[in-house]
T-cell receptor, first 115, second 114 residues
Framework: GNSVTQMEGPVTLSEEAFLTINCTYT??????LFWYVQYPGEGLQLLLK?????DKGSNKGFEATYRKETTSFHLEKGSVQVSDSAVYFC??????????????FGKGTKLSVKP | EAGVAQSPRYKIIEKRQSVAFWCNPI?????LYWYQQILGQGPKLLIQ????????DSQLPKDRFSAERLKGVDSTLKIQPAKLEDSAVYLC????????????FGPGTRLTVL
């Protein structure tokens, strides 16, 4: 099956700093790639996704580009806010093709943004 | 549109006791997932349902965990007997088959086994 490796945290930044969270994957074919976010005490929410190579997913100022040549899907934001403090998970389907089933997740990166 | 509902939100039990969690997916979502999230790790799939049938339960510890979705809507996950290592957040997610590959998660149930 596919696999994902995510930069481990925690990451502490000051407000308005630039954020990068690295994510690399091993996959058969070209599955969709996802970033999910988990705010304290809540379930996971889809942050953004990309469905094919060179696609850029974006939401709430966050971006990630599906790079097949480097098998990466790094999450970036130009200017973080305190409200972005959360745990971020990179994810992809366990198996390529057919109906999407089991997602596999990275270990998560905890981001803390200080005012 | 209502999201995925789960209850209870928190549960504390002693080892060897039994516990059950409930999930109500988003209306019309045929696919339902149960994940286990141990502290500091990403969620791991326990079981996937399509309507009332099991699609994947390969990672479900069947000697102590069971799950059902009898009418193809809400679902229950049971642990009997619980072990210390079952302490985790149990997340339910649902997906609208065929139109999107996005899973929508509930808030989770935090289980502490003492």
């Amino acid at each position: 099956g596919n696999s994902v490796t995510q930069m481990e945290g925690p990451v502490t930044l000051s407000e308005e700093a630039f954020l990068t969270i690295n994510c690399t994957y091993t996959a058969t074919g070209y599955p969709s790639l996802f970033w999910y976010v988990q705010y304290p005490g809540e379930g996971l929410q889809l942050l953004l996704k990309a469905t094919k190579a060179d696609d850029k997913g974006s939401n709430k100022g966050f971006e990630a580009t599906y790079r097949k040549e480097t098998t990466s899907f790094h999450l970036e934001k130009g200017s973080v806010q305190v409200s972005d403090s959360a745990v971020y998970f990179c994810a992809l389907p366990l198996f390529y093709g057919g109906s999407q089933g089991n997602l596999i997740f990275g270990k998560g990166t905890k981001l803390s943004v200080k005012p | 549109e209502a999201g995925v509902a789960q209850s209870p939100r928190y549960k504390i039990i002693e080892k060897r006791q039994s516990v059950a969690f409930w999930c109500n997916p988003i209306s019309g979502h045929a696919t339902l997932y149960w994940y286990q999230q141990i502290l500091g790790q990403g969620p791991k799939l326990l079981i996937q349902f399509q309507n009332n049938g099991v699609v994947d339960d390969s990672q479900l510890p069947k000697d102590r965990f069971s799950a059902e979705r009898l009418k193809g809507v809400d679902s229950t996950l049971k642990i009997q007997p619980a072990k210390l290592e079952d302490s985790a957040v149990y997340l339910c997610a649902s997906r609208q088959t065929g139109t999107t590959d996005t899973q929508y998660f509930g808030p989770g149930t935090r289980l502490t086994v003492l």
